[in-house]
């Protein structure tokens, strides 16, 4: 059986499994040892030494540094990063594992390279890591024995770093959007048609649309389901129409029920990411439904599924093409869960064992 030390951004979660979860949990003969950074620096979880959430994988969180670190300051940077790598070393070697594949998800992971011992590298990009220093994300690529990029755009940014490079676009949790299984109406009493949007409400989330929409069609209702930072500038103003609902966080269960609910789905941009072309798993998961999806998207942004999705580049339009999504003709809701279907994470990870076996890492 295959060992693999995964260094992993984000905590193991049952309730919002991340891409780098949905991957390595999936893997197939795999012994997996799954770390995160502390959460605070007073988390006390790396003291409990792992706790396993899968039959092959056990989780484990890593030591707080309790000062920020900075290479400006290096005797403290070198401590800091001294101290993370002996954790996993001395983790891996009581649950015996020797010469794993390392499997890397953040630039930050460079300084762990030449302190850890693997028989191959991987880095998985799923964004542009913005604020950080160019050559970790570059040293780090070019370490690797494969390099996973998310968007054709990452693919291109980083192939002056390695020629091993594949695209792996995000993934949907596809049993989850099986119409069959949905529970009762999550708005009861409202009779207006809904178009919603789900997924955090960030201060960068440009909800200009939903609130040109929702002025000029008092008689739709608009339903964001999510997180909200209140420090976005368009809540106080959505906040005083009767016709929007904000309802806060849902667990991942519950959030088909809130989509099929839906006449329309909204896809909005971020202020804060313009040039960002990952497809989220939102998306996926909206097109899982079936229903038609509304995008708005920034001037000379391309619609990557033109043919199933209506892109808008002026709030006029976003407005119009709402009202004939509305009215869309029969046929388009299974091509767009054959789109959905195909973006299943089996069958992303399936490309992931393909490419690391032929590669001889598997």
Not at 66 to 93: G, V
Request: hydrophobic share 40%; glycine share 4%; with cysteine.
């Amino acid at each position: 059986m295959k060992q693999i030390l995964c260094l992993s951004n984000e905590p193991w979660s049952n309730r919002l499994p991340g891409r780098t979860q949905q991957l390595i949990s999936r893997l197939r003969d795999a012994q997996i040892l799954y770390f995160f950074p502390a959460q605070s620096p007073r988390d006390k979880s790396f003291l409990k030494q792992g706790r396993q959430v899968r039959p092959n994988v056990t989780a484990c969180a890593l030591p707080p540094i309790p000062f920020p670190i900075s290479e400006r300051h290096r005797r403290l940077f070198q401590m800091a990063w001294n101290k993370i790598s002996r954790f996993i070393q001395e983790t891996a070697a009581r649950r015996r594992f020797t010469e794993p594949l390392l499997w890397t998800s953040h630039p930050r992971h460079i300084h762990l390279v030449d302190r850890l011992e693997y028989s191959a590298l991987v880095y998985d990009c799923d964004r542009v890591w913005d604020g950080l220093p160019v050559h970790w994300e570059g040293s780090l690529a070019q370490a690797a024995d494969v390099v996973f990029a998310a968007s054709p755009l990452l693919c291109d940014r980083l192939s002056p770093c390695s020629s091993n490079i594949a695209l792996l676009p995000n993934g949907i949790n596809l049993p989850l959007f099986d119409a069959a299984a949905r529970h009762p109406d999550p708005m009861p009493g409202v009779t207006a048609p809904i178009l919603g949007w789900a997924g955090a409400i960030r201060a960068g989330l440009d909800l200009s649309p939903v609130l040109y929409a929702a002025q000029a069609r008092p008689d739709w209702g608009f339903l964001l389901l999510g997180p909200v930072d209140r420090d976005n500038p368009f809540l106080k103003r959505l906040d005083k129409l009767s016709n929007v609902y904000l309802t806060g966080p849902r667990p991942a269960a519950e959030v088909p029920d809130w989509l099929f609910r839906c006449r329309v789905l909204l896809d909005l941009p971020r202020t804060d990411l313009p040039f960002d072309e990952v497809i989220s798993p939102r998306l996926y998961e909206y097109l899982a439904t079936g229903k038609p999806v509304v995008s708005m998207l920034w001037p000379d942004q391309v619609e990557q599924f033109p043919d199933v999705v209506y892109g808008a580049h002026d709030l006029e339009e976003f407005t119009t093409l709402c009202a004939h999504a509305m009215e869309e003709a029969p046929g388009l809701a299974h091509r767009r869960m054959d789109r959905a279907a195909e973006a299943a994470w089996p069958r992303r990870v399936g490309e992931v064992e393909r490419i690391l076996t032929t590669a001889g890492l598997l």
